[in-house]
């Protein structure tokens, strides 16, 4: 789990319920006509937007967003120095029968295994990332749009709130909670951006990125296994990937 997707979005909420009920109740800001404005408009945009296949996905990659174990550069590098040695000591062949978690990681090995060729490997793998990214770009730019539908579909109905206020001015007295149910809207608009879907687009790029890395790690690691090079130099040229706090102690004292 990502405690800090979780953390975040608790925060955001005891801010602003606690904001609200600081200085009113909190049922003055619930208003059923204006969620059905947002969330009825914010579902039917995405609808236009995207095929049916891209919006089913939506609640999984923000499920994806909180439960997500991120990649882990430094211990990914270390499993390539072993099976570098295993090779080294061995066979490339031999790496066959090592087992390896990572699925990415696997399917590399399994190619180095079978003897296939430096390009071979380095141009499946690169589709492999290429497609990897692609898939969450999707899932980043649903997300984008929905923060930029929000506010969109506060304003409108704002606007109609606006629209049947100016409708009954015979009444004083009604102009005030008219205009605060109009407004109730751009609030729910606001919320709906500021605090899910915009924040979650920009940890999924995060995410994907993080991703990128961890794969075009094990890519650079198992040319070098194929390529008969020492483990140590295939760790040494690995640890390029890391911020230098992270890389080997010896690098340090250097």
Do not use: C
């Not at 991703?211 to 008969?228: D, F, P, Q, R, Y």
């Amino acid at each position: 789990m990502d405690l800090a997707t979780v953390s975040g979005l608790v925060l955001a909420t005891i801010a602003i319920v606690g904001s609200i009920l600081y200085g009113s109740p909190l049922s003055i800001f619930i208003d059923p006509p204006s969620i059905f404005v947002v969330g009825g408009g914010l579902i039917a945009s995405t609808l236009i937007k995207w095929p049916m296949e891209v919006v089913k996905m939506a609640m999984s990659v923000f499920l994806k967003s909180i439960f997500f174990t991120p990649a882990d550069p430094k211990a990914m590098i270390e499993e390539i120095q072993k099976l570098a040695e295993t090779a080294r000591r061995e066979s490339v062949f031999a790496l066959e029968k090592v087992p390896v978690e990572d699925k990415f990681l696997k399917k590399a090995v399994t190619l180095a295994a079978d003897n296939r060729p430096p390009e071979v490997i380095t141009s499946i793998l690169s589709l492999e990332i290429a497609a990897m990214e692609e898939r969450h770009g999707k899932g980043a730019e649903l997300f984008e749009g929905m923060g930029a539908d929000g506010p969109a579909f506060g304003m409108i109905g704002t606007l109609i709130g606006l629209v049947q206020m100016l409708q009954n001015m015979s009444d004083p007295s009604a102009i005030g909670p008219a205009m605060a149910v109009a407004l109730l809207t751009t609030f729910y608009g606001s919320v709906a951006a500021n605090v899910f879907t915009i924040p979650i687009a920009a940890k999924l790029k995060q995410r994907s990125k993080q991703e990128s890395t961890k794969m075009n790690i094990i890519v650079a690691g198992v040319l070098g296994i194929v390529a008969g090079e020492n483990p140590r130099v295939i760790r040494e040229k690995l640890d390029s990937f890391l911020p230098p706090k992270d890389r080997l102690v010896e690098d340090k004292k250097e």
